[in-house]
């Protein structure tokens, strides 16, 4: 089996690839590519994203094909794929950073700034939070409700339909913290810099 | 709810630790990887690299030290010293730092914070703030402490919040190394004045003072060097000790 973490330049991937290599070992091939022919070969996608909204979406459109290479896996050839941080919220149909910017659109709903009721919260919502899990997602097998995992962003994507949500964690509000649909995954956290216990969650998406 | 950090510091020169944790089973006392996977095993919630190389010709030394704990270290790792440019930025992010932290430049350009955290996002640059006290205000300093800036800590804290800073590091020059506490009326006008969250530094001797840096001085995160080392605390001790004052951490 292959996976592979889309390098479109999003910024600093480094820590998903090493945290990928860490849990796959000899057993699954990990590739970092933009090769729209490898990414569609393989078996599962990792779409990372670090910086704004805007730039990786822009940054998905400069490579040609890249995105209607991901629609056809995400939503035709239906493979899973694991979105992390700017790359779940990019699932959104429009995001507000910087500018309004479309998003993919694979699941209804804004990314918008974190209420910080002003000042109250700091932001970038920084550091380790706990995770509540609202629905039994195949990426959080054998993982504790009230799990630590790290957070660092001032966005929050809020969905129109509340299924999709695997875990929120409270910061301000009930931010949504993963999502789920079918095949498609998401965490606003860091799971390759949440110890062992995010580690513990790229397994169980490299193990679907 | 968001936990206070608790981020141990290892200032590493020419590819080796300086002063680190002195634990008898360990085989290299002067490997920064192994330090580091020390305390990341110990639940340090971050790990902060200082590199205090002094000579050009060594300074790509830390690179492979961050290449390499970036592999075996699997909790956010915060690189600084010398960090002059994008270009440094860049490829200290590429060897696997998930965030830099920096101090002269940011003084001397303040269009190295902008251009940096335009195209990398403000949540990987961190700015350092070495502010000593002058009357009734703290004054920023640069090269590793040497040089009065003269700019005024508070004013620039905030504008390095606008600059697209994501955190802030806040050293009291007259604390670093006296082990008597953190300047506290210090961070607290600081973490007062600006919307990001402040990372406490210079001074920590006890755990006490730990304590203080997040109840008195609103720091979000507190970093500490030599209350570490030679295993005077563990990172684990520090955290329970924070959590029976009523500090929320990650246990």
Redesign the interface.
């Known amino acids: 089996m292959n996976v592979t973490i889309v390098d479109y330049n999003s910024g600093n991937i480094s820590s998903v690839i090493n945290s990928f290599k860490e849990v796959a070992k000899d057993k699954v091939t990990i590739e970092v590519t933009s090769d729209l022919n490898k990414i569609e070969s393989s078996d599962k996608v990792v779409l990372p994203g670090q910086g704004s909204f805007k730039s990786c979406i822009d940054a998905l459109n400069n490579i040609d094909g890249l995105t209607d290479t991901l629609n056809e896996i995400a939503i035709i050839n239906k493979k899973p794929l694991l979105g992390i941080c700017v790359g779940l919220q990019m699932f959104a149909d429009i995001g507000y950073e910087e500018t309004e910017t479309k998003g993919l659109g694979w699941i209804s709903g804004k990314v918008s700034k974190i209420d910080n009721q002003n000042g109250k919260f700091k932001l970038p919502h920084i550091g380790w939070n706990q995770i509540n899990i609202v629905k039994d997602g195949k990426i959080f097998k054998d993982i504790n409700n009230n799990s630590h995992m790290y957070f660092v962003h001032s966005y929050e994507f809020i969905p129109e339909d509340k299924n999709v949500i695997s875990s929120t964690t409270d910061y301000s509000s009930n931010i949504v913290c993963s999502v789920e649909k079918e095949n498609i995954f998401g965490t606003q956290f860091h799971p390759e810099k949440s110890d062992k216990i995010g580690l513990k969650i790229i397994n169980n998406f490299i193990n679907l | ?5 608790i981020i141990p510091c290892l200032d590493v020169k020419n590819g080796r630790v300086v002063k680190g944790i002195n634990f008898v089973d360990l085989k290299d006392a002067g490997d920064p990887v192994e330090q580091a996977k020390i305390y ?1 095993d110990g639940g340090a ?1 971050e790990i902060c690299f200082l590199d205090i190389t002094a000579s050009n010709e060594n300074r790509d030394t830390i690179y492979d030290v961050v290449e390499k704990t ?2 075996k270290c ?3 790792l915060t690189v600084g010293g010398g960090v002059r440019s994008v270009e440094d930025i860049n490829k200290l ?6 965030k830099v932290s920096i101090n002269t430049a940011a003084v001397e350009n303040s269009k190295v914070v902008m251009d940096s955290s335009k ?6 640059i961190v700015v350092a703030i070495d502010a000593k006290k002058n009357g009734d205000k703290w004054e920023v300093f640069t090269h590793g402490g040497r040089n009065n800036s003269g700019i005024d800590a508070l004013e620039y804290a905030k504008q390095m919040e606008k600059n697209g800073a ?2 802030l590091l806040v050293t009291s020059m007259d604390r670093d190394g006296t082990q008597v506490g953190y300047d506290i009326d210090l961070m607290s006008k600081i973490s007062s004045k600006v ?3 402040v990372i406490a530094s210079g001074g920590v001797g006890n755990l006490d003072h730990l304590v203080d840096g997040i109840k008195l001085g609103k720091a ?2 507190v970093l500490a060097a030599s209350i570490f080392h030679y295993g005077k605390h563990s990172v684990k001790e520090a955290k329970e000790y924070l959590e029976s004052k009523g500090i929320p951490v ?1 246990i």
Do not use: W
């Not at chain 2, 709810?1 to 950090?5: A, D, I, T, V």
């Not at chain 2, 992010?93 to 998930?98: K, P, Q, R």
């Open positions: 709810m968001l936990k206070n950090r990341s919630d970036s592999k699997f909790v956010p992010l590429n060897c696997g730092a998930d195209k990398f996002g403000s949540q990987c994501g955190e919307n990001i969250p979000s995160a990650r």
